[in-house]
């Protein structure tokens, strides 16, 4: 932690160094990488341009990239980014392990690094850390399923079905933690069944959350348990992108009553489905919100000062905990998604149509 503290306090002095020789102004001393997974998911896209837009209205430079899913274009872009003179680095990071070398080189330069919804793992070169509580994610959706089925005093028994993320992503074990944590009790009584017997992280996660990949898993399960009319009450997805998956696959292969879905992110797919019926729920992950907290993080390490922080206890990344600024998910479902998703702002109606 000590030494953490020192790292933190020589990069704040040569990034204030750098705006003084600069006069402060435009020019790379001004300039902040933003490094992203990718494109394919609508999420990704909003963090990206959120980002830009608040970084730019606060009078800095952005060099924006997206990395397709590919660690070593992700790798090569925060080179670029390095070696091009930004003087800042925020990165959704697509594998939490495989950053460590070209952060060292971040290091040496004296460039703080945010990690941005995902934390890096294993690397002393992450001054903070911004995301949404990803553990209150978990017990979110494991708290609709318990709510939904009424778990307490329905006399069940329930068949559910579990898909969670990439295990490169050190959300997903956060999101497939929170969920279990309300849903073990239920699966260990017998009032939840999971048919397919597949309950260990490993063997419920969807490499690169991958729609189709975790189509293929649901096509796999149905048609070894539930094609004989056997009824799927519930499917715990830790995403969209994966409850999209178990969806499609629903919809081509079983033909019961259609089982609680949940997801995460509000994609406007999945919005659709929700108003469709074939989704039940999503969590919300406002990404303005985000952006402006790392926004006002990278304007005070900037200037010299330190980052807002709420938490200083939970994400530990192998070198030393990372304090923290965790911003609230909540649920959204038919019943509520006008007000947080329309109202707000973040969609419009005809977007949804
Ligand atoms: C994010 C989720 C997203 C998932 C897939 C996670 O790290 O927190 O919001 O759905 O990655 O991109």
Redesign the pocket.
Known sequence: MRKRILSMVLATFMVASLLVGCGGGAGSANKVGVAM??KD?Q??NQDGANMKEKLEAAGYTVDLQYASNDIATQVSQIENMINSGCSMLVIASIDGDSLGTVLELAKESGIPVIAY??LIMNSDAVSYYA??D?YMVGTLQGQYIKDTLDLDNAEGPFNIELTT??PG?N??RFFFGGAMDVLQPYIDSGKLVVKSGQTTFEEVATAN?ATDAAQARMDAIIAANYSDGTTLHACMCS???TALGVANSLEANYTGEWPIITG??CDIASVKNILAGKQSMSIF?DTRTLASKVVEMVDAIMKGGEAPVNDTKTYDNGTGIIPSFLCEPVFADINNYKELLIDSGYYTEDQLQ
Do not use: E, H, I, V
Request: proline content about 5%; overall charge negative.
């Open positions: 997974p990718t998911l999420r990704w919804d995902r995301t949404f990803n993320g990439d992503d959300n997903a959350w995403n969209d992108s995460q992110d992950k």
